[in-house]
């Protein structure tokens, strides 16, 4: 059973478009994340939720909206599609804090995003 | 802003040729040093979280170390299979949630 499942792996779209990336964990965490990875590989946190309240949000564009229906899940939602938008999408949960123990974040295998 | 240095960018070594990767940090008050392992189309997976200066740990050939202001992974006589790149990330005092990752080391090890 795979822990942090995300959906869809690869998503090509034209500028302009909406599209919606989703992500489910079963490992009984109540706490999600959506990373970005740019192709300069840095990871950046874009938001967390915490038991379905938002706990992170960095600086993001508003095109980006993120919702969490239950803690095990946590969808992306973004509008407008543009040309740097195209990167790789990564959810993650961890169980509260990171803050030591098994306390860490479990990453998804990332939904790859390619804006024309 | 804090940041996560990470060197070399890029490692190639022969199978059995050990070597160390560099983490240096500026993450305010840091609480905490992550390593992740991250293979070619995957997510990172975790490896170790390191709290305090002088603390170590291992698994199979790698071994973490931290200082004050950097981490190491050390990894010893490696295989193909360690082939990876390796992430290490900051967590800052003001936020129990947020990892502040490097760039990462993209290590090959040739048989």
């Known amino acids: 059973d795979t822990a942090v499942s995300q959906t869809p792996k690869y998503l090509v779209t034209q500028m302009g478009n909406d599209k919606s ?41 508003n095109r980006f909206s993120p919702k969490s229906p239950d803690k095990a899940h946590l969808n992306l939602h973004i509008n407008s599609l543009e040309l740097g938008d195209s990167a790789v999408y990564f959810c993650a949960s961890s169980l509260g804090q990171l803050i030591g123990g098994a306390n860490v974040l479990t990453f998804g295998a990332g939904s790859r995003l390619t804006v024309l | 802003e804090d940041q996560v240095t990470q060197s070399p960018e890029a490692l190639r070594l022969q199978e059995g040729e050990s070597s160390s990767l560099n983490c240096s940090y500026t993450v305010s008050g840091l609480r905490g040093l992550f390593w992740y392992r991250q293979d070619p189309g995957k997510g990172p997976e975790f490896l170790f979280t390191l709290y305090s200066a002088g603390e170590e740990k291992e698994k199979e050939r790698l071994k973490a170390t931290l200082t004050k202001k950097e981490s190491f992974l050390h990894i010893t006589a490696p295989k193909p299979e360690d082939s990876a790149t390796y992430l290490c990330a900051g967590r800052e005092a003001a936020s129990n949630y947020k990892l502040t990752f490097g760039k990462g080391t993209l290590l090959t090890v040739n048989p």
């Open chain 1, 21 to 61: 990336i989703k992500c489910e964990q079963n490992l009984g965490h109540d706490t999600m994340y959506w990373y970005k990875q740019d192709s300069k590989k840095f990871l950046k946190i874009m938001f967390s939720y915490n038991n379905k309240e938002l706990i992170i949000n960095e600086t993001v564009p």
